[in-house]
């Protein structure tokens, strides 16, 4: 995702660890079980017997439907079908090829410029562990870095009953990266781009809530009402510089988050007729001590707004659109102790795009991004703002997921090109690193493929 803060405390928040993480083991050895009706990705459409277009937006891929959504807060139980194998396998990865050569490589082995890369191999556990807990989770080999580490993880418990009238499902998720157990795709772990050129240069600036993948666990309980209403709360704690090396993100990786860090989400979703949308609000608050040995920490408060709409008439064609703007605040007392610019400031990220699929199988896509904030030498030197924008354009191809697709629901593929376009990159127009590179040098045509088996 483009929104990337990195930024998990010692041996207190590894104790607080312990048994959430001994219940995921569990749960991942459960999901392998031969005696468990587990499921891995492509096998949630054999579990419910449905192709993959059932749950997403075109043949297969993150953006989900109403019934995806519906899938996912319940825990990812529906469905009868027995499946043949609990795990999948995803490989994705291009061309890259950027309007001026990079000043450096990018990675190691790599060249400035026109690079193919197996940007990750990924294998994931997505299963149905009891009648109403479920697993999501992915192991990712990153083909830049050349490691390997646990990625995006959901368990999820969730149980639905009546209250008079009132139809209510409630649930708990264990995670690790806050919003990936969000229902909609306008928040920042799912949100567009769905991929992107891991060599391309992108905007350092961000909200930390869409910077925490990986490096966090926490837990969150919610309920939805009739439908329409959508409460969650909970919160995340940093996970030990050890610990993080024996999951493979690595020390370096820690946020060096301080105490508990609240995290909450409120939705309304509604429908008419072929017509699904939503608005909603989403924030995380989180204190990060920079010299973990020091006792001084900065503070963190984002707010998210949100909305999404999708249409899926009777015609062949599908209308999706998200828009999501986050409003972060930062109290920096021990990043900027001594320094004469402002200690408090604010970065501002808005994003939205829109989305046609004809016959779930041509894709195109448009996407506007911008970044803001505020004025600051000694942070965003050698400017004075963490300025970006440009927009995304994006053609795909998605031959497979359908009802009538061959070897369904084990071969998917989606193919694309995807154009990134920067007016301002890290807060200049021209010049923006001082040794005279533009924003419009960034801008990348990449041409990927992505296999999930």
């Given at each position: 995702m483009d929104i990337t803060t990195r930024g998990a405390v010692g041996a207190r928040a590894h104790r607080w660890l312990k048994m959430p993480l001994y219940a995921t083991a569990l749960a991942v050895l459960a999901a392998l079980l031969p005696v468990t009706p587990a499921q891995a990705v492509?096998?949630?459409?054999?579990?419910?017997?449905?192709?993959?277009?059932?749950?997403?937006?075109?043949?297969?891929?993150?953006?989900?439907?109403?019934?995806?959504?519906?899938?996912?807060?319940?825990?990812?139980?529906?469905?009868?079908?027995?499946?043949?194998?609990?795990?999948?396998?995803?490989?994705?990865?291009?061309?890259?090829?950027?309007?001026?050569?990079?000043?450096?490589?990018?990675?190691?082995?790599?060249?400035?410029?026109?690079?193919?890369?197996?940007?990750?191999?990924?294998?994931?556990?997505?299963s149905r562990i009891t009648p109403h807990l479920g697993l999501f989770a992915q192991i990712t080999y990153d083909g830049i870095g050349h490691s390997t580490s646990w990625d995006n993880l959901d368990l999820r418990y969730a149980r639905s009953f009546n209250v008079g009238t009132t139809a209510l499902v409630t649930g708990v998720s264990v995670n690790n990266n806050p919003t990936v157990q969000d229902l909609w795709n306008s928040t920042p772990a799912w949100?567009?781009?769905?991929?992107?050129?891991?060599?391309?240069?992108?905007?350092?600036?961000?909200?930390?809530?869409?910077?925490?993948?990986?490096?966090?666990?926490?837990?969150?309980?919610?309920?939805?009402?009739d439908g329409h209403y959508y409460l969650e709360a909970g919160g995340y704690r940093g996970l030990s510089g050890h610990t993080l090396d024996n999951l493979g993100p690595g020390a370096d990786a820690s946020p060096h988050l301080s105490g508990l860090s609240p995290?909450?989400?409120?939705?309304?979703?509604?429908?008419?007729?072929?017509?699904?949308?939503?608005?909603?609000?989403?924030?995380?608050?989180?204190?990060?001590?920079?010299d973990p040995t020091q006792p001084e920490t900065d503070h963190y408060t984002d707010y998210?707004?949100?909305?999404?709409?999708?249409?899926?008439?009777?015609?062949?064609?599908?209308?999706?659109?998200?828009?999501?703007?986050?409003?972060e605040r930062q109290n920096l007392e021990a990043t900027l102790a001594g320094s004469s610019d402002p200690i408090s400031n604010n970065v501002d990220f808005f994003s939205v795009d829109l989305s046609y699929a004809y016959q779930r199988t041509w894709v195109a896509t448009v996407n506007e991004f911008t970044t803001t904030g505020s004025t600051n030498a000694t942070l965003y030197a050698p400017n004075t703002t963490p300025n970006s924008d440009g927009y995304r354009l994006q053609l795909e191809y998605v031959p497979f997921g359908k009802v009538d697709s061959p070897h369904r629901p084990w071969m998917n593929v989606r193919l694309g090109l995807q154009y990134t376009s920067y007016s301002k990159f890290d807060g200049g127009s021209s010049n923006y690193d001082g040794a005279g590179r533009n924003a419009s040098d960034n801008n990348t045509l990449f041409g990927f493929f992505w296999v999930i088996l």
């Open positions: 492509p096998s949630y459409a054999q579990q419910t017997g449905m192709p993959c277009q059932q749950c997403h937006v075109t043949a297969y891929g993150p953006a989900l439907t109403e019934y995806g959504r519906q899938f996912k807060l319940n825990g990812y139980v529906f469905g009868d079908h027995q499946p043949l194998l609990p795990i999948a396998l995803m490989v994705q990865g291009g061309y890259t090829h950027t309007s001026a050569d990079q000043p450096t490589p990018p990675a190691p082995q790599f060249g400035l410029n026109n690079q193919f890369s197996v940007d990750q191999v990924s294998l994931f556990i997505a949100g567009f781009p769905y991929i992107s050129s891991a060599l391309a240069p992108s905007p350092a600036a961000g909200p930390i809530i869409g910077g925490l993948g990986a490096t966090v666990l926490g837990a969150t309980a919610y309920v939805m009402v995290y909450w989400r409120a939705a309304a979703n509604f429908s008419t007729g072929p017509h699904q949308y939503s608005f909603g609000t989403f924030g995380l608050d989180a204190k990060v001590q920079p998210g707004f949100d909305a999404t709409y999708q249409y899926a008439g009777m015609g062949s064609g599908i209308v999706a659109a998200n828009a999501s703007l986050i409003h």
